[in-house]
């Protein structure tokens, strides 16, 4: 058990559009999700966390009129990068925390912007 | 805020062989739970055990072993009888209890690779 689907697993878009991903717990309920970024050969830094029902808690010094998160069932939340430019390129990682402490974690979204 | 430094870049393994991976963490706070996690070229993040700082026994699985020293605040990994598998970066993690701040920490991770 304690399965997290990313969908998609890759994505391309052009500059300046925006892009969805979303983070779905297969077999159990998490009140509370996390999105990471990592960037090549460099460790998970981590974004936002999302509980289900409420805002989002961010990081200091990430966006969050750039990165929206809406966390609107115990099974799914979803991060949109709005306004994409090449610098958001980038390996979004989500993780679902499963009572009381383990969190486990998404195959990744590979986001390009051309 | 909490810190975790792991200070090897990279390690190398013989197949079948022992290996030890170094972590070690800052903290004020006397509960938590430690991680360490594998990210193979899959980049998929796999739990490979953990560690509540409550409990003074190491934890195992399978060929995955701690060395817990909480007054060092060392928390360091050994992995028995190295596979090809094995290979991947493994990053340790720390976690306060369960609560408003349940985030994990990541150190910056360690490269092993297994050889032949």
């Known amino acids: 058990g304690a399965v997290v689907s990313q969908h998609p697993s890759r994505v391309i878009c052009k500059s300046g559009t925006s892009v969805k991903i979303e983070c779905r717990s297969l077999?159990?309920?998490?009140?509370?999700m996390f999105w990471y970024r990592q960037f090549p050969k460099q460790s998970l830094m981590l974004m936002a966390t999302?509980?289900?029902?409420?805002?989002?808690?961010?990081e200091q010094g990430v966006e969050k009129d750039k990165f929206l998160i809406n966390h609107a069932s115990l099974t799914l939340s979803t991060l949109t990068v709005t306004s994409a430019h090449p610098e958001d390129s980038s390996f979004y990682i989500c993780?679902?925390?499963?009572?009381?402490?383990?969190?486990?974690f998404g195959p990744g979204t590979r986001l390009t912007v051309t | 805020a909490q810190t975790v430094t792991q200070s090897q870049p990279e390690m190398s393994v013989q197949e079948a062989e022992t290996v030890t991976l170094s972590c070690t963490y800052d903290t004020s706070e006397s509960d938590y739970y430690l991680f360490w996690y594998k990210q193979p070229p899959s980049r998929q993040m796999i739990l490979v055990i953990r560690q509540e700082a409550y409990k003074q026994q190491n934890a195992t699985e399978n060929r995955f072993s701690v060395n817990f020293q909480k007054a060092a605040k060392s928390f360091s990994l050994k992995i028995s009888d190295s596979q090809l598998g094995d290979a991947a970066m493994y990053f340790c993690?720390?976690?306060?209890?369960?609560?408003?701040?349940?985030?994990?920490?990541f150190g910056t991770g360690t490269r092993l690779q297994v050889t032949l």
């Open positions: 993690a720390y976690r306060s209890p369960t609560g408003t701040a349940s985030k994990l920490t």
């Open positions: 993780s679902a925390q499963r009572v009381p402490y383990e969190q486990y």
């Open positions: 077999d159990f309920q998490a009140t509370t």
């Open positions: 999302s509980n289900e029902g409420s805002k989002a808690t961010y």
